[in-house]
């Protein structure tokens, strides 16, 4: 059974830095694609980045471009998202998703972090 | 990006009816070499992630009662919930996985009448 756990949501000040972690049983990070999807308080939902299983090739929302990185471990089973510069905007819910047949589709979810920017 | 558009934003029905929500994406996310629309459909309940419904345009999910129903191919697509129980008030999604990024309809909140 696949399992997400995400961590690491808190309240950071705008212009500040946080890594938020998702950490994978039931599948190999190193294998499967994982994204993270955000979704702000009352709003819709918004992908934000995803890391592709095998070479790692990354990609990444405008909105977020330049300022959040996605990365792995496969030691530890945990994809991660370092997100620096962060503004109010970046409020949200921040799930890890995935999906064993196809990689911008999301059949399994965590239950999410909340990151809260705000002075 | 592919836009996607979802209507209504809102609908009620009486429990037993039916709730159709349509889905309309900004360019094609039917990739002829294989016949397959790029499309799924999520539901959320408060306070917890996206369930996915139907992948493909219409194919259920594990698990997923009968009475979701995708249908739809190219631009245009619908999920009709027939016979609507209590436990299916929630927001549903329209995804296309054709392009990246990945896009999301902005919702639509199915509530009882």
């Known amino acids: 059974e696949v399992r997400l756990v995400e961590s690491g949501g808190d309240l950071v000040q705008p212009g500040g830095s946080l890594r938020l972690s998702c950490a994978a049983s039931g599948l190999k990070v190193s294998s499967d694609y994982i994204s993270w999807v955000r979704q702000a308080p009352g709003r819709g939902l918004e992908w934000v980045s995803v890391i592709f299983g095998g070479g790692g090739t990354t990609q990444y929302a405008d909105s977020v471009k330049d300022r959040f990185t996605i990365s792995r471990d496969g030691a530890k089973n945990t994809v991660y998202l370092q997100m620096d510069s962060l503004r109010a905007e970046d409020t949200a819910v921040y799930y890890c998703a995935t999906d064993s047949a196809n990689g911008f589709r999301f059949n399994f979810w965590g239950q999410g972090t909340l990151v809260t920017v705000s002075s | 990006d592919i836009v996607m558009t979802q209507s209504p934003d809102s609908v009620a029905v009486s429990l037993g009816e039916r709730a159709t929500i349509k889905c309309k994406s900004s360019?094609?996310?039917?990739?002829?070499?294989?016949?397959?629309?790029?499309l799924a459909w999520y539901q959320q309940t408060p306070g917890q992630p996206p369930k996915l419904l139907i992948h493909w345009a219409s194919t259920r999910g594990p698990g997923v009662p009968g009475r979701f129903i995708g249908s739809g191919s190219g631009t245009d697509f619908t999920l009709t919930i027939s016979d609507l129980q209590a436990e299916d008030v929630a927001i549903y999604y329209c995804q296309q996985y054709y392009g990246t990024p990945p896009t999301f309809g902005q919702g639509t909140r199915v509530e009882i009448k």
């Open positions: 360019q094609t996310v039917l990739y002829t070499s294989n016949n397959l629309n790029y």
